[in-house]
């Protein structure tokens, strides 16, 4: 059980691993404003040190206390170890509304760390399942520009999940600022994700090393009509490309489309 008591200032350091990657100023203005008008409503928690205290939650509460001014921080102080210490911290910060996806990943993957890799451990400890472990971990080697949405906040972790399958860097760009302008769910994205890979499958079959003719000989060249101009050139140099109808309806001379791929 933890120890309720009044620590000095002077003795208490932030976290070893911080939480956030970063405290906004404002905000860090606005907690300490509503702390001095309503009072400290939940204590800290430290973790003793030595002669000294680490907070394991509340570090926004310590830094808003600390402009304030005070000389000492009401704390929940606990004797526990390092591992404990995270599992706590874990728990008492997932239940912040304002705690991003990647910030609870980080925090996630410490808590792997401490129990080499169990995930089965893991997410016992923190009460949740183990796909959402792996799948909350795995944000953190997301490419950067998916990781970035998900960190602004601009997609949700569900809806950015799908387009990791898009290698291609400027599409999937595309289509995240696609998802972020127009508000697109996770089906979304998991359909254009499902269709670059199938596009990609074609264009893997186009430029595949044509066949042998007999099994020896001479390279055999596939020829194969073009959309465009119908004409039948080398298959293994054609591109696949993915066209709305209007846009297919005018290079095939204004005539009706039945079909948006090209």
Same mark, same amino acid.
């Given at each position: 059980?933890?120890?309720?008591?009044?620590?000095?200032?002077?003795?208490?350091?932030?976290?070893?691993?911080?939480?956030?990657?970063?405290?906004?100023?404002?905000?860090?203005?606005?907690?300490?404003?509503?702390?001095?008008?309503?009072?400290?409503?939940?204590?800290?928690?430290?973790?003793?040190?030595?002669?000294?205290?680490?907070?394991?939650?509340?570090?926004?509460?310590?830094?808003?206390?600390?402009?304030?001014?005070?000389?000492?921080?009401?704390?929940?102080?606990?004797?526990?170890?390092?591992?404990?210490?995270?599992?706590?911290?874990?728990?008492?910060?997932?239940?912040?509304?304002?705690?991003?996806?990647?910030?609870? @990943?980080?925090?996630? =993957? *410490? /808590?792997?760390?401490?129990?080499?890799?169990?995930?089965?451990? +893991? &997410?016992?400890?923190?009460? #949740?399942?183990?796909?959402?472990?792996?799948?909350?971990?795995?944000?953190?080697?997301?490419?950067?520009?998916?990781?970035? @949405?998900?960190?602004? =906040? *601009? /997609?949700?972790?569900?809806?950015?999940?799908?387009?990791?399958? +898009? &290698?291609?860097?400027?599409? #999937?760009?595309?289509?995240?600022?696609?998802?972020?302008?127009?508000?697109?769910?996770?089906?979304?994205?998991?359909?254009? @994700?499902?269709?670059?890979?199938?596009?990609?499958?074609?264009?893997?079959?186009?430029?595949?090393?044509?066949?042998l003719v007999g099994g020896?000989?001479?390279?055999?060249?596939?020829?194969?009509?073009?959309?465009?101009?119908?004409?039948a050139s080398d298959a293994?140099?054609?591109?696949?490309?993915?066209?709305?109808?209007?846009?297919?309806?005018?290079?095939?001379?204004?005539?009706?489309?039945?079909?948006?791929?090209?």
């Amino acid at each position: 059980m933890p120890s309720e008591m009044e620590v000095p200032t002077g003795l208490v350091d932030g976290p070893a691993v911080p939480d956030r990657d970063s405290v906004g100023q404002e905000k860090l203005i606005e907690l300490a404003e509503s702390i001095k008008t309503r009072g400290l409503l939940n204590r800290i928690g430290l973790r003793r040190k030595a002669d000294r205290f680490e907070i394991i939650w509340g570090a926004r509460r310590w830094m808003a206390m600390l402009l304030l001014g005070w000389d000492k921080l009401p704390a929940s102080v606990f004797e526990e170890s390092e591992a404990s210490v995270e599992e706590m911290r874990y728990v008492e910060n997932s239940q912040r509304e304002d705690l991003a996806p990647f910030e609870d @990943a980080k925090a996630l =993957r *410490r /808590l792997l760390e401490k129990h080499c890799g169990r995930v089965s451990v +893991v &997410a016992a400890l923190v009460g #949740r399942s183990e796909s959402f472990v792996r799948s909350r971990v795995a944000i953190l080697e997301w490419p950067l520009d998916l990781r970035e @949405a998900v960190q602004s =906040r *601009r /997609l949700s972790p569900s809806v950015a999940a799908p387009l990791v399958e +898009v &290698a291609d860097d400027i599409e #999937r760009r595309r289509l995240i600022a696609y998802a972020v302008e127009n508000g697109a769910t996770a089906a979304t994205t998991r359909y254009w @994700a499902a269709q670059w890979v199938s596009t990609q499958a074609m264009v893997d079959l186009s430029v595949a090393p044509p066949p042998l003719v007999g099994g020896f000989g001479p390279v055999a060249i596939v020829l194969y009509p073009c959309s465009f101009c119908q004409e039948a050139s080398d298959a293994s140099k054609h591109r696949i490309l993915r066209a709305c109808p209007s846009c297919v309806a005018i290079v095939e001379g204004g005539q009706p489309v039945a079909s948006a791929a090209v």
